[in-house]
């Protein structure tokens, strides 16, 4: 390449600089300083230009690769989304695994890195706690269990997925990875990027089963506040599903078939029978860093039939709920194979998790599939009894299992830890100041444990976890299964693979069939049901086993014409086993049934339909809150004023909606002046839904104990709800000023997109080159656009429907999908956080599937062949 090189510049004695006055001179020397700054702040830039793209992967050309069979086509869209095209299965995911690698390795090692309990490998011994956690309950080393035990032709996928990984890290390293490499070598000098293997792939799965893991946080809150409240307080804290009013999955019991016998379309209903930002606690750090378990965790998804739809074949829309990552947690993709044969079956599109091979949720040529969070009770806390190094089982002592495990810690000495366990699970008190709370003083109040004092044996007090996810699953086998499914008989066949996390599955298929299935390794419990801590000396509190598949719940081809699940109850209170004290409380569901309900009555549903479900703003609390506040006034102009308009308010939760702001600052501030502020035993504000049905029957009891507040100088409902209405008005203007006309809920309510590494490193120079917003939104919790936020914090969105789509049986490529950030993964790519706004207006793109459909959305075309 030729070079042009500039003329070397000579003065003139003609030209010999003429005296100037010390002004002069003081402000020629004060503008040469700002341009010698100036210029070495854009030789910087230019370097961090130049290193933050110098990962950015190739889109067009050819790449050979080692190990590879065949060419493999890849080709994207404007949005990054790759398809990809192979001759066989090996090749597919192989190709596969080189595409994450290239959209989002930063993302698998730092997902590899919390799924080993390493991350202290990474960033100091910042992560020390962290790791001991993740070590004790021991996420890898059943991943590797899993991984030996896979049946052969699916280890081949991983180890496929994995060659195609190492292909690209074979010719990417560090920086050439991705940025994030950079930063953590000025930190981290010393670290190596080490191979993939299949164990990586599978242990996230175990990540995602934590993410959705249920009620093990509200076991925890009950058993550390048991002694602060009477029992009758407790189950009005805690009230009952309410199966009155709020819809369940599987409404009707009845005999059940086997799988693999599922009735064809037009059949009854077969439902089942029988120095990092640092956060609060360990199990907050985890969540953190994987997913937040807290509020708006959970998924709407709903399949409607082709009796209802003006195509004449079915809808399925699917919008899972978790937090808000950056990049987001799903990765698009579709997997084709050249010929679909026997050999090499995959023609597969949806969303899937970088790292993973295959897809998680979305649509092969023949059927689609949905999932939501089950919401069962999987997790169960068991306070033991210990002496030394034996635990107390049934009188008897028993020796408990121990292991050691190194944890190496970048800059500082290794530490080792000591992990035990018991029958019941390991150890978990010594890691965890919430379960070490429990252990310390387990007997505070009658209704703290299942058990009375009296019962327990000598010795310490400690606190186990038995989690359905501690043991070896088949979930890794149940993705490609699901990938490969042409009818009902095969989607129950995978659902039956699919043991954790716990989920609803719902189903449609091109013959016009709908349905829905419970999959999940689910217990049968003993003498106690999950709800607090249970006594695990006593072999009667054990699990008895798990619910048997043929008997968790299904329908195919229901008499309403559709399907809808929320994470609200499964089925009615005389199921035969019992699976959780703690649904989701069904707000959601209802709205959704209730809008597909009103929807058909007045014409056939159509995709767009199912979008403005999804997007769905209506508060169901705000409706409440202005039927209590009709009558209410406080005597001061700008809070009557407020209630003015929330009682002519629509209940729509829209960004734009100063009603809507008011409306949830009130909620807020009602529930802390009710649960919270001034309380000498302050009760747990988590779970909005929850809230909703406590407040609702608190409406209805006006002499309930709970409006009476000392300490605010309140008594009763009267009083309460003009405090409340008063100060909620007084925060607003504190917040955004008082004129009403100014007051919105989107800015208020706004998402921050915050990387989990370096965007919480603390440094905000660094933290800008990853973090991105905030972005106004809409909705709320127990909303059908669950964008969650946390009463009493403030009120920034911290859950989110992490992605959504709706898919057209009729006609694939008039389905509709879009995720939360964009498919990179690498900080300033187009495609890093390009579908934002999108989701943002709760809109959806289209999604080419057949090859005409991707042939003309195609932007960029790669071409992988074999080396040599």
């Known amino acids: 390449m030729s070079k042009t090189i500039a003329a070397p510049v000579t003065i003139e004695p003609s030209a010999q600089p003429r005296k100037r006055s010390v002004g002069r001179i003081i402000g020629a020397a004060a503008f040469g300083i700002v341009a010698a700054v100036i210029v070495i702040a854009l030789i910087a ?35 990054g989304i790759p398809t990809i095209t192979a001759a066989d299965s090996d090749d597919l995911f192989f190709a596969q695994g080189y595409v994450h690698a290239q959209d989002r390795f930063w993302e698998m090692d730092f997902r590899r890195h919390v799924t080993s309990g390493r991350l202290s490998e990474l960033f100091g011994e910042s992560q020390l706690a962290t790791d001991s956690f993740l070590r004790t309950l021991g996420w890898r080393g059943i991943a590797a269990q899993e991984v030996a035990a896979l049946e052969p032709t699916v280890a081949g996928y991983y180890d496929a997925y994995a060659a195609g990984v190492n292909a690209y890290l074979a010719e990417h390293d560090g ?112 969540d953190a860093l994987i997913g937040d378990s807290g509020e708006g965790i959970g998924s709407n998804s709903w399949v409607v039939s082709g009796d209802l739809t003006e195509s004449g074949m079915p809808l399925l829309a699917n919008d899972p709920h978790l937090g808000a990552d950056l990049p987001s947690v799903w990765h698009q993709v579709t997997l084709r194979c050249r010929v679909v044969s026997d050999s090499c079956a995959f023609d597969v599109s949806g969303f899937g998790f970088s790292g993973v091979p295959g897809v998680i949720i979305g649509h092969n040529a023949r059927v689609a599939w949905g999932f939501t969070n089950l919401t069962t009770d999987v997790t169960d806390l068991y306070l033991e009894k210990l002496e030394g190094d034996s635990y107390w089982r049934d009188g008897v002592l028993v020796p408990l299992e121990e292991r050691t495990e190194t944890i190496r810690v970048a800059g500082g000495d290794d530490v080792e830890l000591r992990i035990r366990s018991t029958v019941n699970g390991p150890i978990v008190s010594s890691v965890s100041d919430d379960f070490d709370a429990i252990a310390s003083e387990p007997y505070t109040g009658t209704a703290g444990i299942a058990a009375a004092p009296a019962s327990a044996p000598t010795g310490e007090y400690a606190v186990s976890l038995k989690w359905t996810a501690l043991q070896p699953g088949t979930a890794a086998g149940s993705i490609f299964a699901l990938n490969l499914a042409a009818s009902f008989e095969d989607f129950r066949a995978a659902a039956e693979l699919f043991d954790v996390p716990a989920q609803n599955l719902v189903y449609a298929d091109v013959d016009g069939n709908i349905g829905y299935q419970t999959p999940g390794r689910l217990p049968i419990r003993g003498a106690g049901d999950g709800w607090m801590p249970q006594p695990g000396w006593d072999s009667t509190y054990a699990w008895q086993g798990f619910i048997p598949f043929d008997e968790l719940p299904y329908s195919l081809n229901p008499a309403e014409g559709y399907v809808v699940t929320a994470n609200n109850a499964v089925v009615s209170a005389d199921y035969p086993y019992l699976l959780t004290r703690d649904w989701d409380y069904g707000w959601r569901a209802a709205r959704v049934t209730d809008l597909l309900q009103r929807k058909s009555a007045m014409g056939k549903l159509t995709a767009d339909d199912m979008r403005d479900i999804q997007a ?16 209410v006034s406080t005597g001061r102009p700008g809070p009557d004023a407020a209630l003015d308009q929330l009682r002519s308010w629509d209940a729509q939760n829209t960004a734009a909606s100063g009603a809507a702001a008011y409306a949830n600052v009130l909620w807020d501030q009602l529930v802390t002046d009710l649960f919270v502020t001034g309380r000498q035993h302050p009760a747990p504000v988590t779970g909005q ?16 104990e709970w409006w009476t507040n000392p300490e605010l100088g309140v008594d009763g409902q009267a009083e309460m709800l003009e405090r409340a209405a008063s100060a909620a008005y007084d925060r607003l203007v504190g917040l955004q000023g008082d004129n009403p006309s100014q007051w919105n809920w989107g800015s208020l309510h706004a998402l921050s997109l915050t990387s989990a590494t370096f965007g919480l490193s603390g440094i905000a120079p660094i933290e800008m080159l990853f973090n991105r917003g905030p972005y106004p939104v809409g909705g709320g919790s127990s909303v059908a656009n669950a964008t969650g936020w946390d009463i009493g914090a403030d009120f920034e969105t911290v859950t989110v429907p992490s992605m959504r789509m709706v898919v057209d049986l009729a006609d694939f490529d008039a389905s509709r999908w879009n995720h939360l950030t964009g498919t990179s993964g690498h900080t300033y790519h187009p495609n890093y956080v390009d579908q934002t706004e999108t989701w943002q207006r709760a809109e959806l793109t289209p999604w080419a599937f057949t090859e005409t ?16």
Not at 53 to 68: D, M, N, V
Not at 689 to 704: C, K
């Open 689 to 704: 839904g929850r809230l909703f049905l406590v407040v609702e029957q608190l409406l209805e009891t006006p002499d309930s």
């Open 45 to 79: 830039a230019g370097f961090v230009v130049w290193t933050i793209q110098r990962s950015f992967p190739q889109l067009e050309g050819t790449i050979a690769l080692e190990g590879l069979g065949a060419d493999v086509d890849v080709q994207r869209d404007e949005l």
């Open 175 to 286: 920086a050439d990875a991705s940025f994030e490499y950079a930063i953590l070598g000025m930190q981290n000098p010393d670290y190596e990027i080490e191979p993939w293997t299949p164990e990586d792939s599978v242990a996230w799965l175990k990540a995602m089963a934590w993410d959705l893991r249920s009620n093990v946080e509200d076991e925890t809150e009950r058993a550390l506040i048991a002694g602060d409240f009477t029992s009758q307080q407790l189950a009005e804290l805690y009230p009952r599903y309410p199966y009155d009013r709020n819809p369940v999955i599987v409404p009707t019991i009845s005999a059940v078939k086997p799988a693999g016998s599922a009735s064809a379309r037009g059949a009854e209903a077969v439902p089942a029978s029988v120095e990092w930002s640092e956060v609060d606690g360990v199990l907050a750090a985890v």
């Open 616 to 631: 769905d703003n209506e508060f169901v609390m705000g409706k409440q809150l202005a039927a209590a506040y009709m009558d």
């Open 853 to 868: 459909a991707v042939e003309a959305s195609t932007t960029h075309r790669l071409t992988l062949v074999p080396a040599g």
